[in-house]
């Protein structure tokens, strides 16, 4: 595979195992509403397209629904204070992630992260999970009017470092992250790991997959 000169990393799935904490908040705001836990193993399948798209299914218990708009005005406040309070308990980084980020820093690439996840979970979980030094940009979930599968705040990461988009590799988890870069014509590696809503990431033809970040810099000949 070519050498980019930038390369963007989703968050959730792909850098940091967070569901825990996640399915955490959402448990709490569930039970101001007398509705059950749904566990970590559901809230897995619901997360990769936002907190918003994360509510509507906690509150439907459905992968498509949309809750009762007066009860998503409640709810949502609800799992902010919770999550921001839990946000970074037990979320972790997946193996071999510092040690990837620091070895294509050290090789000159520009590094960004272009999550979903809402800024005001985004900075404070980089700084506790301490990979925020390697990042030059981030671009989270309501950082532009657009967000993946979206390709906007991939040409938005591309213009910002002065690269074109076909000198950059998108690294993630879900079909979001894969459906983005196809858009903004973006090679794009995918990671067997994570959560991309209980499915096979191969099904979603990605350039390539891997199953551990360790691989990705032999793949990029660094």
């Known amino acids: 595979m070519f050498k980019p000169r930038a390369v963007f990393f989703d968050l959730d799935g792909t850098l940091v195992d967070s569901v825990a904490d996640m399915a955490f908040a959402v448990g709490k705001m569930l039970s101001h509403f007398d509705l059950p836990a749904p566990g970590i193993e559901k809230v897995s399948t619901w997360v990769g397209n936002g907190a918003q798209a994360l509510i509507n299914r906690a509150l439907t218990n459905d992968m498509h629904g949309t809750a009762d708009k007066a009860l998503f005005d409640q709810a949502m406040p609800l799992f902010n204070r919770y999550y921001h309070e839990n946000l970074a308990l037990h979320s972790a980084l997946y193996e071999h992630v510092e ?6 820093k050290n090789a000159g690439l520009a590094l960004a992260c272009i999550t979903n996840k809402p800024e005001q979970f985004t900075e404070v979980l980089l700084e506790n ?3 925020a030094q390697y990042f030059s940009l981030v671009v989270s979930g309501d950082t532009l009017p657009t967000k993946k599968p979206h390709p906007g705040p991939l040409l938005h990461a591309a213009q910002e470092f002065g690269v074109h988009i076909d000198e950059c590799l998108m690294v993630g988890d879900s079909k979001s992250d894969i459906e983005a870069a196809k858009k903004a ?8 790991y994570g959560y991309n809503h209980g499915e096979n990431i191969r099904l979603h033809t990605p350039d390539i997959t891997i199953d551990s ?4 810099p ?3 000949s660094i």
């Open 213 to 216: 970040l360790k691989d990705l």
């Open 99 to 104: 040690q990837t980020l620091q070895t294509l």
């Open 218 to 220: 032999p793949l990029l």
């Open 185 to 192: 014509g973006c090679p794009v590696v995918a990671l067997s």
């Open 129 to 131: 999970i301490n990979i």
